[in-house]
């Protein structure tokens, strides 16, 4: 099992930056996929970032470019580089582990808001 804390979130202008970080605890970090979702108001959660054991990493198309995610092994931290922030980057953030063995993200932290004024 893994726990997941996320912290960094915020109210930030339109066009400024943000980095979120997790911090992971429990099993073997280095043999977890990665991610970045997010959830806004009335919408679905959608994907915004991965990063696997081999650090290939994946990317929302409407973050593509903007945000850089990256992990830290050592440290049992992933992040999450944020700019050009825009509006509808508002969402509360969540960090999600998924193990080899899985096609799908099991563990995932209670999320930070972060929010983008205009």
Same mark, same amino acid.
Do not use: H
């Given at each position: 099992?893994?726990?997941?804390?996320?912290?960094? $979130?915020?109210?930030? +202008?339109?066009? *400024?930056?943000? #980095?979120? =970080?997790? /911090?992971?605890?429990?099993?073997?970090?280095?043999?977890?996929?990665? $991610?970045?979702?997010? +959830?806004?108001? *009335?919408?679905? #959660?959608? =994907?915004? /970032?991965?990063?696997?054991?081999?650090?290939?990493?994946?990317?929302?198309?409407?973050?593509?470019?903007?945000?850089?995610?990256? #992990?830290?092994?050592?440290?049992?931290?992933?992040?999450?580089?944020?700019?050009?922030?825009?509006?509808?980057?508002?969402?509360?953030?969540?960090?999600?582990?998924?193990?080899?063995?899985?096609?799908?993200?099991?563990?995932?932290?209670?999320?930070?808001?972060?929010?983008?004024?205009?």
């Amino acid at each position: 099992q893994v726990q997941l804390v996320e912290s960094g $979130g915020g109210l930030v +202008q339109s066009g *400024g930056s943000l #980095r979120l =970080s997790c /911090a992971a605890s429990g099993d073997t970090f280095s043999l977890y996929a990665m $991610g970045w979702f997010r +959830q806004a108001p *009335g919408k679905e #959660r959608e =994907s915004v /970032a991965t990063i696997d054991w081999n650090r290939n990493t994946g990317y929302g198309a409407t973050v593509k470019g903007r945000f850089t995610i990256a #992990r830290d092994n050592a440290k049992m931290m992933v992040y999450l580089q944020m700019n050009s922030l825009r509006p509808e980057d508002t969402a509360v953030y969540y960090c999600a582990a998924r193990p080899r063995s899985s096609l799908t993200y099991r563990y995932w932290g209670q999320g930070t808001q972060v929010t983008v004024s205009s």
